[in-house]
């Protein structure tokens, strides 16, 4: 199974299969209201997700995910998730859109970095704070 991975401010999701533009769209999704709280929600989606599918972690053989767009943190975690559960399990993963860049290869394993929009907005200026 391939999966698809794409974390927002507000809401994350999962999908079985690859995005595709012919296609419509799946009903075989999960989303989750995540309020920025992303790291704590995203995991235990995607095992509701495989779970109501009788399908194990082992059984994934593709990872898609979302690398751009959104907000830092928000693409950061989906990013991160991916390649850490690609990582683990052995299998590709690969970024939704069509970038410029490329899926960076280290060794049998490859990663996908973020391509954020803008500089992040973590927090005012120190010298706003005094």
Request: a positive charge; proline letters at 5%; aromatic letters at 6%.
């Amino acid at each position: 199974m391939i999966i698809a991975l794409r974390v927002g401010k507000n809401s994350a999701a999962v999908k079985k299969g690859a995005p595709n533009k012919n296609t419509a769209r799946s009903d075989a999704i999960k989303k989750v209201k995540v309020n920025h709280n992303q790291a704590e929600k995203l995991l235990p989606a995607l095992e509701t997700f495989l779970k109501a599918r009788e399908v194990k972690l082992g059984d994934l053989k593709k990872i898609v995910v979302a690398s751009r767009g959104g907000s830092f943190t928000s693409l950061r975690i989906g990013v991160i998730t991916a390649n850490a559960l690609a990582y683990a399990l052995k299998i590709p993963v690969v970024a939704e859109e069509k970038t410029v860049r490329k899926n960076k290869k280290f060794g049998r394993y490859s990663i996908v970095e973020p391509d954020y929009d803008r500089e992040p907005n973590i927090g005012a200026p120190k010298s706003v704070l005094f």
